[in-house]
Structure formats: C-alpha cells, structure tokens
C-alpha cells in the first residue's frame, strides 16, 4: 500500500511494479508488530517494554540466521511507531553498550543463539506519535491554518489547550508510577479524562466537518477494503505462510497499548540515539491532522541533547532535494533532519511516492545531513 515493491490494482487481486518503493534503495524487512496485528501470532503483549523486547529479540534472531544484513541497518515507521522506533532504537543501543563492556544478557539462555551487536544506523519516523501530551496548541492551530474549522470553533480549542494539556501531562506522570501496565479496565480516571478530553476538544471538531483526520483534502475515511480482500485471499495467504485472516485493526492490542502507552512521552529515548550519534529523521505530510507537522515540528525543537540549540535556531528551508519541485521543508543539524513533506497526508509514502523514496534515499546514504 505504501513503499514496498508491488502496488495493489483497483480489482483487488492484480499487482503491478512499484517503481518508488523503499526497496529500490535498500533491503527490507516489513514487521507486523505488536504480536498479533496484521498476520502476526505469539504472546499478547500487554506494555511496550514486552512490545520492545519481543522486537528486539526477534532483530537478534534474525540476524543470527541471516548475519550478511546486520550491516548499516535502520529502523522505520509512521504514526504511533512514534513510540516503537525510538524505544527499540533505544533498546539496541543499550545492548550494544552492554555487549561491548563483556557484562551478560539478563535473559539469555543455554538454549539461545549468541548475541551480537546490531549495527545501528538510524531511524525514521514518519507522521510520529511521540510527545501527545504537548501535541493540544499544534492541534488548534492546524485545524484553523487548514481551514477545517471556522474561527470560532478555533477559539474554543484554544480554550481548551491548558486544561487538556494539563490532564494529559498528569496522566503521563501517574503512568511512569504504575506497577503493572494499564488497560481500557484499568487505566487510572486522570487518564480517561485526559482521552476524552483530548478527542472531544482537538478531534471531534475536525471530525465533525465530515474531513478525514489523517488527509484533511479527504473526506470520510479511507477505504482500504481491497487490501482487506488481497490479504485475505485464500491463495494469498498460502503463498505467504499466513494462518490467521488479517485484520487493519486488532482491537486487544489497541485497546491495551492505548491507554498503557499513548500520553507516555519518548523524547529521552530519541535523546539518547541522538547522542550516540545515530542518524534521525522525521518526517510528516503537511495534511494530516492527527499526527500533524506542526505538532513533529514542535517536539523536535523540545528535545534536550547537544545538538538542540543550534537545530532550534535553524530555519525550515525548501527542500527539493535534486527534484524539479520542492519536496517540503527542512530544518537539519548534525544527525538530526526534520522534513515537513508537502501535499501528503498521515501515510507519507502513499501520498507522495517519488518524493518519500528520494526523501529515504537521502538519509540512508546521509547525503541529508551532508551540509548540516
């Protein structure tokens, strides 16, 4: 649907060449994670901790098993990859750390391959869900600067901004205390409230214009039943290896994750590979609303590491990248990039898929922060 291969034809079952898919420029792997969504099956994973170290414990078996691509490896992802990027980024390093210092793993075992370092490059996150609880004020003002809401309704969601804000951030402390993960049954009330809040507030007045939260051009949703039926095609599925029908919602895993994880904040964890030295880039289409480019924009200039005063004080300037037209904006310093993508919506390399594939080009061969 985005950046692999082969795209899917309006029948629903015939493919065609993808010429702007990822794998043009570099080996690929595609995770259905968490355990369960997609075709995925294992254990129900009820905090990102276990999210986390199931994925990283399935990088480390896969490289034990294919050791020639445990070379210049990167991580990517959109949305709420905003939290499952910088953690497993965060995590590899860790590991690596510890390997290099000779101290042994807490959960290896006799029956487990050897652990090896994991040559990590950089990660990429794309219309990234990583610090929602400073995310009301950007909210507002894209749904004014979109033209989605009038200016009344826009003078309410500023109204809203501090006391939202102010529940959210209550909700993220109380989180960072708990013993055992929250769920929809067990998630503290100063949560709930905040949920409710937030999406009464910053989402349902966008909603409620009829516009699409992810590509405020669109209205309604986004149909995806095609997909649905290619996946879930008896051939497919044998040819794929898949047991269970695929699904474009799992509604245990969200509703655990959600209200566990979604008003926790992973800016220290970008932090820390920022300052190992670790290429990062994030990138946002300029349409979507949920996770918008104001909200990306925002978060990167709160984050605290040595590069960050000379990236606040770094203009956006027109990206065209060896394009004939600009691409979007870019604001870049040292091993940090940040790129407002013009005309997409939350699905970047859906929207525009010449300009995703030169945009990931560019950051893996680091030609992006060449003259950073």
């Known amino acids: 649907m985005e950046n692999g291969p082969c795209r899917l034809l309006s029948d629903g079952i015939t493919t065609e060449y993808n010429p702007y898919g990822w794998n043009e420029v570099s080996n690929m792997i595609w995770l259905d994670q968490p355990a369960g969504t997609g075709y995925s099956m294992g254990k129900h994973e009820h905090s990102l901790t276990e999210v986390r170290d199931d994925l990283y414990n399935f990088l480390q078996a896969f490289f034990h098993h294919f050791p020639e691509y445990n070379r210049n490896f990167h991580l990517a992802g959109e949305s709420f990859a905003g939290h499952y990027i910088p953690v497993i980024g965060d995590k590899i390093l860790q590991e690596n750390k510890r390997m290099h210092q000779g101290s042994p793993s807490m959960w290896k075992s006799m029956s487990t391959p050897p652990e090896q370092r994991i040559d990590f490059r950089g990660m990429a996150i794309g219309n990234g869900d990583t610090d929602n ?46 013993k055992q993960p929250a769920s929809l049954f067990t998630a503290p009330e100063t949560c709930l409230d905040a949920n409710l809040e937030y999406m009464m507030n910053f989402l349902a007045p966008v909603e409620a214009t009829g516009r ?25 599925m044998n040819t794929l290896g898949a047991v269970k029908k695929w699904k474009p919602i799992n509604y245990r895993v969200t509703l655990d994750l959600y209200f566990d994880d ?19 880039l994030i990138y946002a289409g300029d349409k979507d609303h949920l996770c918008n480019w104001l909200v990306n924009d925002a978060w990167t200039k709160r984050l605290q590491w040595s590069g960050a005063q000379q990236f606040v004080h770094k203009p956006l300037e027109l990206y065209q990248a060896g394009t004939e037209e600009a691409v979007g904006e870019m604001r870049r310093t040292q091993n940090l990039a940040f790129v407002r993508v013009y005309n997409a919506g939350h699905l970047v390399p859906h929207d525009q898929p010449k300009n995703s594939l030169v945009i990931i080009e560019q950051f893996l061969n680091g030609n992006m922060f060449a003259s950073a």
Request: charge should be positive.
């Open 133 to 178: 609880p400073h995310s009301a004020p950007y909210m507002a003002e894209m749904a004014m600067a979109s033209g989605a809401v009038n200016r009344t309704t826009y003078q309410q969601m500023l109204a809203s901004v501090d006391s939202t804000t102010e529940l959210m951030l209550r909700c993220t402390a109380i989180l960072g205390n708990l």
């Open 212 to 236: 699409n939260i992810y590509d405020l051009r669109l209205n309604g949703t986004y149909n995806f039943t095609r997909y649905i039926n290619f996946l879930n095609n008896a051939t497919i």
């Open 262 to 280: 979604t008003y926790r904040i992973y800016n220290p964890q970008v932090e820390r590979v920022l300052e190992a030295g670790v290429k990062v």
